[in-house]
């Protein structure tokens, strides 16, 4: 009873909503139940019929091949015995029983042949579609989905540490994070739209889960630290704020353009940023703050070293920009590589992090103790503030899935009566139409 128990204990866990292989289960089950509904009408069509009617296309096919003449079969005969009776003066009646001719069932064997082929044809390709799929649910097929995409982005998949405990983390990102259901879902978005928005998705849900997992790895000890690898420079800066980035720009095709990675910022947030560009005349660097519908939210032409802030009007991703181009008439083979590399340094900050106690401090007269008890006081607001608005999304977006699992659900039970209902409609036509021919009894 234990081990059946523990069984029983460790399948609901597993194909509960949240385990990453709910949608998966449900998608072989449905892959099943379209092999049993091809298969089951082919054995249906066997009871009406009779005659092994299951093996009528391979007799057939079987006759093709050795070249053998397809004669008209037991099934569909094309002359029988038939019985008429005339009633002649009085009451007397005379049978007679003659040679019938049914022409009929020369396109009823062509009828139902085609039904073989098809339900048969059907079924193979349902098993090939199951086949498929389960060799797209193992690991290594789910890693190179993933590694394709993330190399067509240009998205290093390593870690900065080399050793060998973490060298790669692919692996943890498409095993523990996307799991069974993310990759599913991927595919079919990748079935249906194109790669460009798969790619789109997967570099989103890596951006995402590289900041879920530098908070973890922060959060851990000095000691643990030295085999995860550092992957932030300054944690106290990146409480709430982006981290701060210094990237290479060289000039390639006479121009370049970098794009920080998106950051999503709450509504009514302060933001600010610092960044400083390696001056080199004749290679302008332009500035630009945007966000996801479009709107500037700052510009600065020819930017070498500066500031700009900006207050947010709602939730929303920011883009920041970097765009360097050589000037009008200036070739690129003049010009050295030394010179056609430009260093960007930026430091973005956002919500508590912008706030100057120092100022606030000499403001109001604060001791050093009670600045860090207003500094503590206001992160913990944040805190909760963020969490809070983590919570309401993750609820709005489990009774977004929680809705459209329903739906689904009730659309494949839908379908599939519908499917039963006119198997079953089909059969029994079909066998008062052969009644009402007198070809069975």
Same mark, same amino acid.
């Given at each position: 009873f234990s081990t059946w128990k523990r069984f029983s204990c460790l399948s609901c866990c597993s194909l509960s909503q949240h385990s990453g292989n709910y949608l998966v289960c449900g998608y072989i089950?449905?892959?099943?139940?379209?092999?049993?509904?091809?298969?089951?009408?082919?054995?249906?069509?066997?009871?009406?019929?009779?005659?092994?009617?299951?093996? =009528?296309?391979f007799e057939v096919l079987q006759k093709w091949f050795h070249g053998q003449e397809i004669k008209a079969l037991e099934r569909f005969p094309r002359i029988t015995m038939c019985r008429f009776i005339l009633r002649t003066f009085g009451d007397n009646i005379q049978p007679y029983d003659v040679q019938c001719l049914l022409p009929i069932n020369i396109y009823n064997e062509k009828i139902f042949l085609m039904i073989w082929f098809w339900l048969a044809f059907v079924s193979i390709m349902s098993i090939y579609g199951l086949i498929k799929w389960l060799h797209y649910f193992t690991f290594k097929s789910r890693k190179n989905f993933i590694h394709?995409?993330?190399?067509?982005?240009?998205?290093?998949?390593?870690?900065?540490?080399?050793?060998?405990?973490?060298?790669?983390?692919?692996?943890?990102?498409?095993?523990? =994070?996307?799991?069974?259901?993310?990759?599913?879902?991927?595919?079919i978005v990748n079935a249906n739209a194109t790669k460009v928005l798969v790619g789109e998705l997967v570099c989103a849900l890596w951006n995402h889960w590289q900041k879920q997992r530098q908070i973890r790895i922060d959060s851990l000890p000095q000691h643990t630290n030295n085999h995860k690898g550092k992957l932030l420079e300054d944690h106290d800066n990146n409480q709430l704020g982006l981290i701060p980035l210094t990237i290479p720009i060289s000039i390639i095709n006479d121009d370049r353009y970098v794009t920080l990675p998106p950051q999503e910022i709450h509504k009514d947030t302060l933001v600010t940023g610092d960044y400083d560009i390696t001056d080199r005349p004749g290679?302008?660097?332009?500035?630009?703050?945007?966000?996801?519908?479009?709107?500037?939210? =700052?510009?600065?032409?020819?930017?070498?070293?500066?500031?700009?802030?900006?207050?947010?009007?709602?939730f929303d991703i920011f883009d920041v920009c970097f765009e360097t181009k050589l000037l009008h008439g200036q070739q690129q083979h003049h010009l050295s590589s030394q010179h056609t590399t430009k260093q960007v340094t930026?430091?973005?900050?956002?919500?508590?992090?912008?706030?100057?106690?120092?100022?606030?401090?000499?403001?109001?007269?604060?001791?050093?103790?009670?600045i860090e008890l207003n500094r503590l006081e206001d992160l913990s607001t944040s805190i909760v503030s963020d969490f809070a608005f983590m919570k309401e999304r993750e609820e709005e977006m489990r009774n977004t899935n929680e809705s459209t699992n329903t739906k689904v659900l009730y659309f494949s039970i839908f379908s599939m009566c519908c499917l039963m209902s006119l198997a079953i409609w089909q059969v029994l036509y079909l066998r008062r139409y052969f009644k009402a021919k007198k070809l069975i009894d």
């Open positions: 089950l449905v892959k099943l139940l379209y092999i049993a509904n091809a298969i089951g009408q082919l054995f249906l069509l066997n009871i009406f019929m009779g005659q092994k009617f299951y093996l =009528y296309g394709h995409f993330l190399k067509a982005n240009q998205i290093d998949c390593y870690s900065e540490n080399t050793t060998h405990l973490n060298t790669e983390i692919l692996p943890t990102f498409v095993d523990r =994070y996307c799991r069974q259901d993310g990759i599913l879902l991927l595919r290679l302008p660097t332009h500035l630009e703050v945007k966000d996801t519908k479009g709107h500037i939210l =700052y510009n600065k032409e020819d930017a070498i070293k500066g500031k700009f802030a900006f207050t947010t009007e709602e930026i430091h973005i900050k956002h919500g508590v992090e912008t706030k100057d106690y120092d100022a606030l401090a000499k403001a109001n007269k604060l001791k050093p103790l009670e």
